[in-house]
């Protein structure tokens, strides 16, 4: 199987069809209901594996010189005729199976004494030894053997090798840790969600060592594994395509020939694979950041950010704009959207919460993005920004405090997740008109003073529901009129209205 000329790829087009493409497919049918509009993978992260692995193709071969020249492609997408020519160069590069070299797959563990893995090893979620010891496995669970056919596991492949989390001794995390945030622009259609993240060629190079050109430099499955025991690996050791095509794990899968149904997308295949190859010490990155990752430094390492909970506006600033002493930094990509100038543009946001080597949660989100040409006007409107969520988490805090001494018991998870998911609509909505107010340089008080009342009435609604005020029969009475009266009192108060949102006293609510 090559994964440049074969179709492997579950697609959905704009009148609903399910298909499978190759990669040179995506813009088939431009303009009309065949048109493919989105990934359509048995499995979420599956789908974020696919979409990287096309931005990453179209990234290595055809990164386009400068924005002028980006805009090209964008308004008039390439034929597939033309994408196919574009692959020819590293068809050979994509085998995945084979004697030789083989995608993200090791050359030489066979000579190795490996160990062999069931395959479901290579799903995230599949519980490990650990797991199974303690009764942990929640995601998936035991005693079920799994065989893959061969798109579901190249899928599967390319999740490991892009969010291998951790595994014990030598077995070594991802290029960003073990499963980072990945922050993509948003387009309408699947060929521009691809083409909307694909950095011109010299903001790519500047990334890593652009003049490494030695093949196994972009795609070190071409060569022996660097490993991760003797070396560690830095963006002066390899070309910058190998950030999309990194290799922290050793693997080589197994296939065989026989009849079998996959036990993921339920198709019938004749080649299947049940085991692989593993073993330690894959290559070993460091200070390596990715184009579609934010970053932050920490003891001057550069690192990736991860995902800890729901995705929601509380991350809009970190994921947008950064801070401004450049500790924390949104992904390459990001910055580069600002600079194309596209509007009303958004962004999707996913990856896996993980607790060491365990998944507690795969999470992903949409948020709108909204730019300022201005740079002065731009660190201000995020300057405001920053105050308005700022006073969203502390009138949060002040709601989960009074629902919790209110039925003297613990819900803060619960409180914190409902509270952000329910005044998100119009967090976005005040954010636009806050970018009008920043340009015409008015002092958004009128902005921080509907969001300050948004945020009482919706702190008080929340606590009325949860703390079942009106079951009296139920409910401690004297306690919840307590932590209500606090509540009010807090929401009201001079650290959120003077403290944090810098308003007049008047400003703010008054308690009766």
């Known amino acids: 199987m090559n994964l440049i000329n074969d179709a492997w790829i579950s697609v959905r087009r704009k009148n609903g069809e399910k298909i499978k493409i190759a990669p040179w497919q995506i813009t ?4 009309t209901d065949k048109e493919i509009i989105e990934l359509a993978a048995v499995r979420p992260d599956f789908n974020g594996a696919v979409i990287q692995f ?5 990234q290595t071969t055809c990164a386009p010189k400068g924005n002028s020249d980006w805009r090209v492609w964008f308004n008039n997408p390439p034929s597939s005729t033309e994408l196919k020519n574009k692959f020819e160069s ?23 004494d490996p160990k062999v893995e069931t395959v479901e090893r290579l799903l995230i979620d599949w519980p490990g030894e650990a797991a199974l010891k303690k009764n942990t496995d929640f995601f998936v669970k035991r005693n079920h053997r ?27 995390t991802g ?35 652009f003049t490494k050109n030695d093949k196994k430099d972009l795609f070190p499955w071409m060569g022996e594994t660097r490993k991760g025991n003797t070396h560690i690996t830095t963006t002066q050791d390899i070309n910058p395509a190998q950030i999309y095509w990194s290799m922290p794990r050793r693997i080589r899968l197994i296939f ?39 970053t932050y430094v920490k003891d001057n390492d550069i690192l990736s950010k991860h995902q800890r909970e729901a995705v929601g506006y509380k991350f809009w600033s970190s994921y947008v704009y950064g801070d401004s002493d450049g500790q924390s930094n949104p992904a390459k990509i990001i910055k580069t959207a600002r600079g194309r100038h596209i509007d009303d543009i958004r962004m999707c946001i996913f990856g896996y919460n993980m607790n060491s080597n365990k998944p507690k949660c795969w999470y992903e989100g949409v948020m709108p993005i909204i730019f300022i040409d201005n740079e002065t006007q731009w660190k201000h409107y995020n300057a405001e920004i920053a105050m308005l969520i700022c006073a969203a988490d502390m009138a949060r805090y002040f709601l989960s405090k009074a629902v919790a001494k209110a039925l003297n018991a613990g819900v ?22 806050l970018r009008e107010e920043v340009i015409q340089e008015k002092d958004g008080l009128d902005i921080r003073r509907t969001w300050h009342k948004h945020l009482v009435a919706k702190g008080l609604e929340i606590f009325d529901d949860m703390s079942q005020s009106e079951m009296i029969g139920d409910v401690n009475a004297e306690r919840v009129a307590r932590a209500y009266n606090e509540l009010r009192r807090n929401l009201n108060g001079k650290k959120l209205i ?15």
């Not at 096309?54 to 179209?58: F, H, M, N, Q």
């Not at 003077?498 to 009766?512: A, F, T, Y």
């Open 412 to 433: 803060f998870n619960t409180v914190r997740q409902r509270f952000w998911q329910e005044t998100e609509p119009e967090f976005y909505r005040q954010i636009a008109f």
């Open 90 to 112: 590293i068809v050979l590069e994509f085998n995945l199976d084979g004697t030789g070299p083989r995608f993200m797959q090791d050359l030489t563990i066979e000579k190795e």
């Open 175 to 209: 290029l960003r840790g073990g499963g980072p945030v990945t922050t993509l622009i948003v387009g309408d259609t699947l060929w521009k969600m691809i083409w909307l993240n694909v950095l011109d060629i010299n903001e790519f190079n500047s990334m890593a060592c």
């Open 28 to 31: 088939e049918a431009i303009g």
């Open 146 to 172: 799994v065989n893959l056919c061969l798109t579901c596991g190249v899928q599967a492949l390319i999740a490991m090798q892009l969010n291998s989390p951790e595994g014990g001794r030598g077995f070594l």
């Open 54 to 58: 096309l931005i990453g193709l179209l």
């Open 256 to 294: 065989k020939h026989s009849e079998s149904i996959c036990n993921l997308c339920g198709e019938k295949t004749e080649i299947f694979i049940e085991t692989f190859y593993s073993k330690t010490y894959g290559v070993k990155y460091k200070n390596v950041a990715h184009p579609l990752t934010p």
């Open 498 to 512: 003077i403290d944090i949102l810098g308003l007049p006293k008047e400003g703010g609510i008054r308690v009766s």
